[in-house]
């Protein structure tokens, strides 16, 4: 995930071979503030409508966890 912290829009790498994957943003009460599914590769998602805070980037494909990372929106 970077860049880390961020302002307007931060990119999570994600490796080719891992298929589609659904992309989960949580604040830090946990509550889904954005989420997208089906991508490929690189995923990029737009900060400008979220308040400073901390995050949490989910990343799953159809068999599992791929990644969970902290994100701090400036």
Known sequence: ?????????????????????????????????????????DQSITLDDLPTGVYTVVVTNDRSLIGRRRLVVK
């Open 1 to 41: 995930v970077y860049p880390n912290p961020a302002t307007n829009l931060v990119t999570i790498k994600i490796p080719e071979d891992l298929g589609p994957v659904s992309l989960r943003l949580l604040s830090a009460d946990g509550r889904l503030v954005q989420s997208r599914a089906g991508g490929r590769g």
